[in-house]
């Protein structure tokens, strides 16, 4: 079972920042490139069954990303007092996780993603339990996965898929009905290669 002191010692570590390009050396990426701040919340919720990690499957709707499995996150608005303050209204506006129900526990490096935005993941622990409220239109589903599913590295594989014309690998951790993918899976297995050095 995975405890709180386990992601703690993880989060003291270091690595490098991520990418989406990560597993594609050979992409050449434009000179000069501006990327937008955006900020996301990885809600742990420790319990007696054991800890799990809160994700949303965001909406079939959306413009961007629909129907992906994603953490409660977005863009670092000009109001936002931080990339932190971002991450925790973000997901208080997407599954209506109160912030002060949630204690940082730390930070994982930046990720870069294939749309242009540079990610800061939040780890914290969601303090008690709560009834999640998606927002409608954008969240389509509010649902945990076992922390120590997502802990094992050797739970992701590389897949890859066409993006753009070309083949593009990626980092995938499927679980039961759910893929997950692309950054999400990206930055749990940063964590998780983090907890298993």
């Not at 490139?33 to 990690?53: E, N, T």
């Not at 002060?100 to 993603?113: A, D, F, I, W, Y």
Request: charge should be positive; hydrophobic fraction near 40%; glycine fraction near 8%.
């Amino acid at each position: 079972m995975i405890e709180r002191a386990q992601i703690e010692t993880a989060l003291a570590g270091s690595s490098p920042a991520s990418s989406d390009y990560d597993l594609n050396p050979g992409i050449v990426l434009p000179e000069g490139r501006v990327l937008k701040p955006a900020a996301v919340l990885v809600p742990i919720l420790f319990a007696k069954g054991g800890a799990r990690v809160i994700l949303t499957k965001r909406a079939a709707t959306l413009k961007h990303h629909p129907g992906q499995i994603a953490f409660p996150g977005g863009r670092v608005d000009a109001e936002d007092a931080s990339n932190k303050h971002a991450a925790l209204r973000e997901a208080q506006e997407e599954i209506g996780l109160d912030p002060k129900n949630v204690r940082v526990l730390g930070s994982l490096p930046p990720h870069e993603t294939v749309t242009s935005y540079s990610v800061t993941p939040f780890v914290g622990e969601v303090l008690a339990p709560f009834e999640p409220v998606p927002e409608m239109g954008e969240v389509a589903e509010v649902f945990t996965v076992p922390l120590a599913f997502v802990m094992r590295p050797e739970n992701f594989r590389i897949e890859r898929r066409r993006w753009r014309g070309v083949w593009r690998s990626y980092y995938a951790a499927p679980y039961g009905p759910y893929y997950i993918w692309g950054a999400t899976a990206r930055i749990l297995k940063g964590l998780a290669d983090r907890g298993a050095a």
